[in-house]
T-cell receptor, first 114, second 116 residues
């Protein structure tokens, strides 16, 4: 099946640091990538939808200046958490897809802000 | 707008017993339906999907689900579970009108705990 690679798998950093998370589709060209946030023992909450070559569409309540998304190619999207604070600590998951295909998920990134 | 309800937050079951994880959805339009499994500290893996056609859908790892339009349900079943099936299971829907590349709406998840 389709493979989506997410890196890093875990990151621990100090408050105020900016953190970049990469999402790569390894064996197909993803026209759309999604970014989710998951709190412990909860479901996935969609943060934004990213289409290659265009600006991301953010869900209501998600700060676009806080969570910068870039989808520069059909195989790579990045999420940058700017000036991260402890409340940004969470599990972030990306998915990749193209027309008429189900979403394929990365293994997630555990972000811990001290 | 769509919504998904997974009534059971946790389902304990003994190994080799059958299991059913319930999912009901609400939508004003036709939808695609999915079940995903999440193992600890990992992303989601697609178990099965219903797009059209036969209402009984077979997926990976021996799971199957049945789409019931009149009851707006898409319950997941397995006739005999294994310890390795212990995981979190998510039901999800997407808007049929925008194709499967559209965003998913997830249920709150059901924790399947299989014990000896």
């Amino acid at each position: 099946g389709a493979v989506v690679s997410q890196h890093p798998s875990r990151v621990i950093c100090k408050s105020g640091t900016s953190v970049k998370i990469e999402c790569r589709s390894l064996d197909f060209q993803a026209t759309t990538m999604f970014w989710y946030r998951q709190f412990p023992k909860q479901s996935l909450m969609l943060m934004a939808t990213s289409n290659e070559g265009s600006k991301a569409t953010y869900e209501q309540g998600v700060e676009k200046d806080k969570f910068l998304i870039n989808h520069a190619s059909l195989t790579l999207s990045t999420l940058t958490v700017t000036s991260a604070h402890p409340e940004d600590s969470s599990f972030y998951i990306c998915s990749a897809t193209r027309a008429n295909q189900p979403q394929h998920f990365g293994d997630g990134t555990r972000l811990s802000i001290l | 707008a769509q919504s998904v309800t997974q009534l059971d937050s946790q389902v304990p079951v003994f190994e080799e017993a059958p299991v059913e994880l319930r999912c009901n959805y609400s939508s004003s339009v036709s939808v695609y339906l999915f079940w995903y499994v999440q193992y600890p500290n990992q992303g989601l893996q697609l178990l099965l999907k219903y797009l059209s056609g036969s209402t009984l859908v077979k997926g990976i790892n021996g799971f199957e689900a049945e789409f019931n339009k009149s009851q707006t349900s898409f319950h997941l079943r397995k006739p005999s579970v294994h310890i390795s099936d212990t995981a979190e299971y998510f039901c999800a829907v997407s808007d049929l009108g925008t194709g499967t590349a559209s965003k998913l709406t997830f249920g709150t998840g059901t924790r399947l705990q299989v014990t000896l």
